[in-house]
């Protein structure tokens, strides 16, 4: 991951920031040729953005969306590897509109521009989910090397913005921590006392025999028990299981299903 320092209101060369904070591995694209959407109130704007990405000598597939777009609906199911997007766009509050454009697509970066942004508003882009900001005026040179960063997967924010972020009470890691023991507590209300002590095994890997030894309970209970779990979850085996709790609890929503699609989205890229 990599932050930025400003240079007379734009962005510069990155250096390495805080590992904590989270980003997509870099081959998670989803074409040979990025595809970027750029969305902008006015069509000057776009035109400008998508002027300074072809001048460089990277290959971009550019769509623009720009008035009479209002509003963030129409992007949430726009299939894209980098959106690109004005902050005036991002509904209020931002912190849903975000997590609903990353819903469809986790693999999608979205880069926020505008103007005056200031360092409380940056932050909530960076902890909602944004992978990086341009705080315009920005050079079209700075504008093409944001795009290639971020489509990298990596961050494109100063290092002051990414402390705040993670310092902050409140941060990103501390929310997806209390939203894991809330789904797990919330979980755990729909289980038997069995129930959760069978479940511990099996996320443990343990077999049948081993389950029943250790929660004192013969083959056939142990059986039983497992067959009201798959129900609950809508799982046929144990490997289902473990996936159905994990998309139950998971911060992320349906985690096993952005797990495959990013793997096969990799596979596709090197394919040949």
């Known amino acids: 991951m990599t932050a930025t320092t400003p240079c007379h209101g734009a962005m510069s060369r990155p250096y390495p920031a805080s590992t904590e904070m989270n980003s997509p591995p870099p081959e998670e694209r989803l074409h040979r040729t990025p595809r970027i959407i750029v969305a902008a109130q006015r069509a000057e704007t776009s035109h400008a953005l998508a002027g300074a990405l072809h001048a460089g000598d990277d290959s971009y597939a550019i769509e623009l969306l720009q008035s009479p777009l209002r509003r963030a609906d129409g992007l949430r199911s726009a299939a894209?590897?980098?959106?690109?997007?004005?902050?005036?766009?991002?509904?209020?509050p931002l912190e849903p509109c975000l997590e609903q454009l990353l819903q469809q697509q986790p693999q999608r970066r979205i880069l926020v521009f505008g103007v005056g942004m200031n360092d409380d508003y940056l932050s909530r882009l960076v902890r909602a989910g944004a992978h990086g900001y341009l705080n315009t005026p920005a050079e079209p040179a700075e504008i093409r090397l944001a795009a290639q960063q971020v489509l990298a997967g990596n961050a494109w924010m100063e290092q002051r913005v990414v402390s705040?972020?993670?310092?902050?009470?409140?941060?990103?890691?501390?929310?997806?921590?209390?939203?894991?023991?809330?789904?797990?507590?919330?979980?755990?209300?729909?289980?038997?006392?069995?129930?959760?002590?069978?479940?511990?095994?099996?996320?443990?890997?343990?077999?049948?025999?081993q389950i029943a030894a250790e929660v004192h309970l013969s083959h056939q209970g142990v059986k039983m028990h497992l067959a009201r779990l798959f129900r609950k979850f809508g799982a046929s085996n144990r490997n289902q299981l473990i996936l159905a709790v994990l998309d139950r609890i998971s911060p992320v929503k349906d985690l096993s299903a952005s797990l495959c699609s990013g793997l096969r989205s990799n596979l596709m890229e090197t394919a040949g």
């Open 80 to 92: 894209c590897n980098l959106l690109l997007i004005q902050n005036e766009l991002i509904e209020q």
């Open 164 to 209: 705040n972020c993670v310092s902050a009470p409140g941060s990103a890691a501390e929310q997806m921590a209390a939203t894991l023991g809330s789904n797990i507590d919330s979980m755990c209300q729909e289980l038997t006392r069995r129930e959760k002590e069978i479940l511990c095994q099996v996320i443990r890997g343990y077999a049948i025999k």
